[in-house]
């Protein structure tokens, strides 16, 4: 799906990332595939919320150890992109409320 995104940045104002908090074998390729989107001119001026999903199962990585892994601090002082992190499980639910409030903020008219 990544060679196809670009077409669909235009006037992209909020970025939704996934990354699954339960497949630490995967973290690699979502951390490059993140760092791609975060680099694209499209998407310069778009907040980004990155929800680390799957809490709900007993084997996730904390947020803590999904942020030192991924070395979110360098990627947060490097990005031109305001960066917000969130827990969720799509699952049960988890968190959803909070991904609502941020897309409300963020996208506000008077922003």
């Given at each position: 799906?990544g060679?196809?995104?670009?077409?669909?940045?235009?006037d992209?104002?909020?970025?939704?990332?996934?990354?699954?908090?339960?497949?630490?074998?995967?973290?690699?390729?979502?951390?490059?595939?993140?760092?791609?989107?975060?680099?694209?001119?499209?998407?310069?001026?778009?907040?980004?919320?990155?929800?680390?999903?799957?809490?709900?199962?007993?084997?996730?990585?904390?947020?803590?150890?999904?942020?030192?892994?991924?070395?979110?601090?360098?990627?947060?002082?490097?990005?031109?992109?305001?960066?917000?992190?969130?827990?969720?499980?799509?699952?049960?639910?988890?968190?959803?409320?909070?991904?609502?409030?941020?897309?409300?903020?963020?996208?506000?008219?008077?922003?």
């Amino acid at each position: 799906m990544g060679p196809i995104w670009p077409s669909y940045y235009g006037d992209c104002h909020c970025l939704l990332f996934m990354m699954d908090a339960a497949n630490p074998t995967q973290l690699s390729a979502s951390c490059v595939q993140l760092l791609g989107l975060l680099s694209a001119e499209g998407l310069a001026e778009a907040s980004v919320l990155i929800l680390f999903n799957k809490i709900d199962l007993p084997c996730y990585m904390t947020i803590e150890e999904m942020k030192s892994l991924i070395r979110l601090p360098d990627i947060i002082a490097c990005a031109k992109q305001n960066i917000t992190t969130a827990e969720i499980s799509a699952h049960k639910g988890t968190g959803l409320s909070e991904v609502m409030h941020w897309l409300q903020d963020t996208h506000r008219p008077d922003r």
